[in-house]
């Protein structure tokens, strides 16, 4: 048995051409390509599929070897899974060849046999390079090709760097230095799940909403840290997967992306007392950065609904033609799908997540710990889950939600610091029992619902200097009309929350 250590990243069309001159400082002991041919099988029924192993024939130079993967682990991009492989002689699957205790007890491996028919191949080109740093030997595969099943086809451009012996740090240093470069994206969807989706065997991927953790009293803040690290880091790369299989208009799939990357950051925050010095102080930069490169979100479903339905939502408006001609306008100056793909396939967003990956795959929080930083991650987490909340709420009775009235623009200035109120209360919620919970959190949810209904006017003041004296002064009515039923219902709602008891 072999465990596999590797980086899968998918690449920019024009890597092929690239990545000999970034590896030219580096001493390659082996480089060749080969054509790979590979046949997936599985049971009508998902058999294999179901205990997340991997099934397939690999044609090599008139070899053949079958080859099992099973279920291993993933960090970000970086994936572990063991893996199985036997000759064969013959283009048929024999899972006897492989050792019996692989399989879990409730499989019944004979039967599983007697069922396993092809569902899809892949067939590349296999450009490799066997690197020796140090005393690390890394094996760099940049595959191009395409995924087939029946008439559908997928194309493939991916590079893989498998850790063959030694540091696994020198593996994520080598592909800092090739991120750097751009055009590389960590990806967490293997040939295998392409080929899946692609053959009609897996539902297509659905949103997905951030919900609670589960915790209990017993754990940890180590163990929260972690758990909540990662939920952040699945939810916000599930999301571009997600949207990247299927780019266009579908902003609530890069509002969650935006949501998994603010739990990320949110978590960094919540424990630096206990991981300050060991968190790269450059990631909490970057962490802004990209959520400043999402901002536009905001702006952009606030048009997709004022425009929806043909601008329904203005349907009373006289003037509703020409507003609704000027807030396409808006929606055609926000960025394009190949301004977000750049941004995804950008060295800084690739460093960002190469770096987490790393500090989450060697824990190195650990090392050089002060004796009370490790007795606080030893900690059971509610204490400091009391604390943290009741920071948080501190913060915010004593910012503007906390004065005796506010006008609008206060209000939308304060969305972002009830957003980060809001997801502190996410990461312990579990803690606490769900009514008394609820209880607290709804009022404020509403507040934050009429802040962002609020916010949504603002395309429309923009377009009111953009009209004519009369229908500026219908315009401006109507808004004036919305925002006074909109605040009086946000003084309304403010008025019970704080009145809250906190559920902590």
Known sequence: MDTEIELKFLVSSDMGSRLPTLLQSYKISQHDQQHLANTYFDTADLALGKIKAGLRIRSQNGKMEQTVKLAGSQVGGLHQRPEYNVPLTVHSPDLSLFPAHIWPEALNVNRVQQSLQPLFSTDFLRRRWL????????????DEGEVQSGEQRETIHELELELVKGDVSQLFELADELVKAGGLRLGTVSKAQRGYRLAGFSTPSRLQMLEPLPLTAADNCEQTMIALLHKGLYH??????????????RLDWLMQLREGVSLVHQTLLLFGDQVSRHVNSGWVDDLLWLQQQLSWLDRAQMLAYLTADKGHYLRRLDCQKSVLTHLQEQQQRLPDEARLEALFYSARYGRLMLGLTHWLYRQDWRAGLAATQTAQLAAPVGELARQRLEDSWHILRHSALGEPSLDGERYIQQKGKLRRNLMIGLCFSSLYPEADRIGFRMPWLDILRGIEDLDMLSPLQDVSEQLDATEKDELEQWLARKQQFLLEALEQSRAQALQMKPYW
Do not use: F
Request: proline residues 4%; hydrophobic residues 40%; charged residues 30%.
């Open 236 to 249: 916000w790369q599930y999301h571009e997967e997600g949207w990247l299989a299927e780019p266009g208009d």
């Open 131 to 142: 690197l020796t740093i140090e005393d690390t030997d890394i094996e760099l595969a940049l």
